[in-house]
């Protein structure tokens, strides 16, 4: 990527994250946001308030929301193998049928 950020503020363990909500979103929460079908809400609030990149956890999961067109084709594309979907994007199938989002390896 051309543009690294230097504002990390949260390292946990290995992982350095972008700016985000300090609180863990509870999964109850969280699915009603995708239930009542607005989980744009919650998208246009990180990226308004934290810009290109934002953090966010849904349970145990940490979540980063990329909105920056260059940094999606680096995650999706150039680095693709280094991005590896966990079970929770694999799911997700159901809702968003098999994508740059969904897929991995040669199907990606």
Do not use: C
């Not at 949260?10 to 509870?26: A, I, Q």
């Not at 909105?67 to 694999?90: D, G, S, Y």
């Amino acid at each position: 990527m051309s543009e690294s950020p230097n504002w990390v503020v949260e390292v946990r363990g290995k992982y350095r994250f972008p700016p985000g909500l300090k609180l863990n979103l509870p999964l109850y929460l969280t699915r009603r946001f995708f239930r009542i079908g607005n989980p744009i809400l919650l998208f246009e609030h990180l990226t308004k308030t934290y810009g290109k990149m934002a953090h966010y956890r849904v349970g145990p999961s940490d979540i980063i929301l990329v909105n920056e067109p260059e940094f999606i084709r680096e995650i999706l594309v150039v680095q693709a193998q280094n991005f590896i979907k966990e079970r929770t994007q694999k799911r997700m199938r159901i809702l968003l049928g098999e994508g740059l989002i969904t897929s991995d390896g040669e199907s990606h």
